[in-house]
């Protein structure tokens, strides 16, 4: 009997005992699982660490494009030409396509034509260029297209050359709008004098001044110029008091333009009623200098483009109005021109871009909208 | 499974739990050592970019400077130099990208490749057409290199400056990686350390703790304690084979010692039953004796002699019949039972009285005897026998007058009985002999009343159950014979008579 109840303690025992075995065994497995997570998660964390900053590197160069076009133009830094750019960019990405501003990374600042040379010879697959009415330009041209690259130009032409297309605005239309613009301001002036005092033959004609760009032997700056004169002639009660005149502004070398500007209100004994400006570059010129000679309210300006600036000052009502392009629209026209050639060796010789004309009526819209974009 | 665990042995164990902590460190540092050989790969690939850029650099310029050393000299070894360098350039730019990718440091590649194309093929002209002695074509060949040349140098200056911005930036990330490298592997490193301690303690402690267990056991069966618990056996390595082995030892003993226990049992029983035989043994003599003989005719016989004796007034006669009348009274009747001291000592005057007269008074008989101890129980037929051995091997054969001396007396709590004999002496071996019962019955003569020396001894032993009660003493040979009875004094049967 006692032997009995000592043997089942003993199995009872034992049993304890291989219990603790497994204990033993169960804590030995979990610190080894402990230590495989404690590596594994170390590792996968410095893994997905070391990742994080290698995709940042690779996620650049993973994408391989069918076409590669390069942009040259003669302002990279103006926010009208980042703004085709962007548009082209845009374009180009759903069609697969690379398009970079070229000489952008470069550390030396290379003219158009030169820029034209090197696009050439990188054999680049498409070329989009501000070109003008030169004969470097247009044997440049000529030159890209006989090393069968297509070639674009965008905003200026070049109608002698063998461009495959241009994109840009109708210079005479362009001109009728502005020609509009200045009718409207003689409108308001005339208008009200005309209630205070009949004696009309009195007032001073109306001076206006076209900017003309001095080095772009283009005939374009003559279309548009020829499109004022016959909208101001045309369609104004006014025609006979408006004076229309050109300026030509110095945009060899650097900051020649401002400097032009400048003189225009420094030497002048007359300052003009109106300012019309054909470029970004001097609506932003001429509208600082209005605000620094204290003339704002005496000179109107038109202008061109949208920029921030030119929406804020028309804003403050000290520009006038300006005329808008579609800068997006104008740089995805460019692309598709070089696609569509490209795909078919055909493609329309021009390319028509929307113009808007912003006032301080309408300004609101594109300030908004602009702040939007951003 | 778990068997098969339980079946390794110590070494393995230790050896896998070894080997497992090493594998686990060292496949941790194979991986830091991998991750730092990557970040230190990258680290070279950033520079090495710049280094080749540089290299095609310097390989452009030997190029323009070897066809210009060509045209202005038309050597031979320009011309050499020009087409070495000519071709070294051109395995440079094989290497450059040629895909349109979204990286505009790529593409600045692809136009330095495609350029420096046009750039080989212009200079190739310019110096076939020096070759050729064809003086305008080389030199607006030249110039047009030249101007070539100025570009692609920009270019490569440009990409240069790019790459090492954009180096600098991934130089960043990596040397933080490095540190996060740092980071993770110390925390690895000690993580893993602690973790193999605490394995390699519990792994030492499952195999010390059954040998504590077992030395505690063994410690409890030294001491003495055959009864202590088994020790359980967790695990079949050494440890496991060590407690199994003590434990079935454990039990081997256990079943001896009880084995040895038995056979002393059955050793005893043995012993009892062969005295009881003896006993039985003489019974039955004495029955067949007693069958012989009539008592009652013996006595009424011997009643008559002495009734004769005394009618024809021979008194020594009738003293001496009356005196065997009485000696083999005593024997019929008293033969198997205790009696009282006295009586024995009465049986003893009634002998020595027989031999003297058989003898013609050979014999001196001396008592001394304290009277006040002789109704202590003793076993019968007890001095007697010693007497007569006195007789028969003490004083028989002596020369000189013979005397047997009987004394009782009190010895501290001891009563004393003492029988001495003047005679022949006894030697040391062979009252040894006959203290530890070797000389039987059968050695002793015929010339008895058939009750020897050593059945007096295992009589003496059985009633007393005591071995020191019996003791002879002899000084030498014809030095006399002492035998001493040391009975306990006991109170109780001293009064029951």
Redesign the interface.
């Known amino acids: 009997m006692q032997r009995h109840s000592s043997q089942k303690k003993n199995t009872e025992e034992s049993g304890k005992q291989i219990r603790g075995k497994n204990k033993i065994a169960f804590v030995s497995i979990g610190i080894i699982l402990v230590m495989i997570i404690i590596t594994t998660g170390s590792l996968l964390f410095f893994k997905t660490q070391l990742m994080h900053t290698a995709q940042k590197e690779i996620s650049q160069a993973k994408r391989n494009y069918d076409n590669y076009y390069v942009m040259i133009n003669s302002d990279n830094n103006s926010s009208f030409w980042q703004s085709v750019f962007q548009g082209a960019t845009e374009q180009a990405e759903a069609t697969n396509t690379y398009v970079e501003v070229l000489g952008e990374n470069l550390s030396v600042d290379y003219s158009e034509a030169e820029q034209m040379e090197i696009a050439i010879e990188s054999k680049v697959d498409g070329i989009i260029v501000e070109a003008n009415e030169s004969l470097q330009m247009r044997k440049l041209i000529d030159e890209a297209v006989t090393a069968g690259i297509p070639v674009v130009t965008a905003l200026g032409d070049n109608t002698s050359s063998t461009r495959q297309s241009y994109v840009g605005i109708s210079s005479y239309n362009l001109g009728r709008e502005y020609g509009k613009q200045v009718n409207s301001i003689a409108d308001s002036i005339y208008g009200a004098q005309e209630q205070t005092d009949n004696m009309m033959t009195n007032i001073n004609p109306l001076q206006v001044l076209v900017l003309i760009n001095a080095n772009a032997e283009d005939s374009s700056q003559n279309i548009v110029f020829s499109g004022i004169q016959e909208a101001v002639e045309n369609q104004s009660d006014y025609s006979g008091k408006i004076n229309l005149e050109a300026k030509a502004i110095n945009t060899e070398g650097a900051f020649a333009a401002e400097e032009s500007i400048r003189n225009i209100f420094m030497t002048e004994e007359q300052p003009p009623d109106i300012i019309i400006c054909l470029n970004e570059l001097n609506t932003t010129c001429v509208y600082q200098a209005v605000v620094d000679y204290n003339q704002v309210g005496q000179i109107n300006i038109i202008g061109y483009y949208n920029s921030e600036t030119i929406l804020k000052a028309i804003d403050r009502s000290v520009i006038y109005s300006t005329i808008s392009v579609d800068t997006k629209q104008m740089g995805a026209y460019c692309v598709d021109a070089l696609n569509e050639y490209g795909e078919s060796g055909y493609v329309s010789e021009y390319y028509a871009v929307d113009t808007t004309l912003i006032n301080g009526d309408n300004v609101r819209n594109y300030l908004g909208g602009d702040a939007d974009e951003e | 499974m778990?068997n098969k665990?339980?079946n390794i042995t110590l070494q393995t164990k230790l050896i896998l739990s070894f080997i497992?902590t090493t594998i686990?460190i060292i496949?941790?540092n194979l991986?830091m050592y991998q991750?730092i050989n990557?970040?230190v790969n990258r680290l070279d690939a950033i520079y090495l970019s710049n280094v080749r850029l540089n290299e095609l650099e310097i390989a452009l310029g030997d190029v323009q400077n070897s066809m210009t050393d060509y045209l202005n000299t038309k050597s031979s070894d320009a011309m050499e130099q020009y087409y070495r360098s000519e071709q070294d350039y051109s395995e440079l730019i094989g290497a450059l990208n040629q895909?349109?990718?979204?990286?505009?440091l790529?593409?600045?590649q692809?136009?330095i490749r495609?350029?420096s194309e046009?750039?080989l093929e212009v200079t190739n002209q310019t110096v076939e057409a020096k070759r050729g002695r064809n003086i305008d074509k080389y030199k607006t060949r030249y110039e047009k290199a030249t101007?070539?040349y100025n570009?692609i140098g920009?270019?490569i200056?440009?990409?240069n400056?790019?790459q090492f911005k954009d180096n600098s930036s991934?130089y960043k990330?990596?040397s933080?990686?490095l540190h996060?490298?740092e980071y993770?592997s110390a925390?690895?490193l000690i993580?893993?350390a602690i973790?193999?301690i605490?394995?390699i303690t519990?792994?030492t402690?499952?195999i010390t703790n059954p040998l504590r267990i077992l030395a505690r056991a063994a410690d409890q069966v030294a001491g003495g304690n055959l009864d202590t618990?088994?020790v359980?056996v967790?695990?079949m390595d050494e440890v496991g084979i060590v407690s199994s082995a003590f434990n079935k030892m454990l039990v081997n003993i256990r079943e001896y010692i009880e084995r040895i226990k038995e056979s002393m049992e059955k050793e005893r029983e043995m012993k009892e039953r062969e005295l009881m035989m003896e006993t039985h043994l003489k019974d039955a003599q004495l029955k067949y004796l007693q069958a012989q003989i009539n008592p009652h005719f013996l006595f009424n016989t011997l009643n008559a002699g002495a009734q004769l004796a005394m009618m024809e007034s021979a008194d020594r006669t009738y003293e001496y019949v009356q005196n065997v009348a009485q000696f083999f009274r005593y024997n019929v009747r008293k033969n198997n039972e205790s009696v009282s001291l006295r009586d024995e000592i009465e049986l003893v005057d009634n002998y020595i009285y027989i031999l003297n007269v058989r003898f013609s008074g050979e014999i001196h008989f001396e008592k001394k005897i304290d009277e006040s101890l002789t109704s202590i129980q003793v076993p019968s037929m007890l001095l007697q026998p010693i007497v007569e051995n006195s007789v028969n091997y003490g004083i028989r054969n002596i020369d000189w007058q013979g005397l047997i001396q009987l004394s009782v007396y009190r010895q501290d709590d001891m009563v004393c009985i003492s029988i001495r004999d003047n005679g022949v002496g006894i030697t040391g071996e062979k009252i040894d002999k006959i203290l530890h019962n070797a000389i039987r019955t059968s050695d002793v003569g015929t010339d008895s009343n058939g009750v020897g020396l050593d059945n007096v001894i295992r009589r003496l032993k059985l009633f007393f159950g005591n071995d020191d009660v019996f003791d002879i003493i002899s000084e030498g040979e014809n030095k006399g014979t002492e035998v001493l009875i040391c009975l306990p004094y006991d109170e109780e049967r001293y009064d029951d008579v």
């Open positions: 778990k665990f339980r497992a686990i496949v941790v991986f991750s990557l970040l895909d349109i990718t979204g990286n505009r790529q593409m600045m692809r136009s495609n350029m046009n750039y101007e070539l570009y920009t270019y200056y440009s990409l400056n790019e991934s990330n990596l933080l990686s996060y490298l993770v925390f690895i993580g893993v973790c193999n605490a394995l519990l792994l402690k499952s618990e088994l359980e967790q695990s």
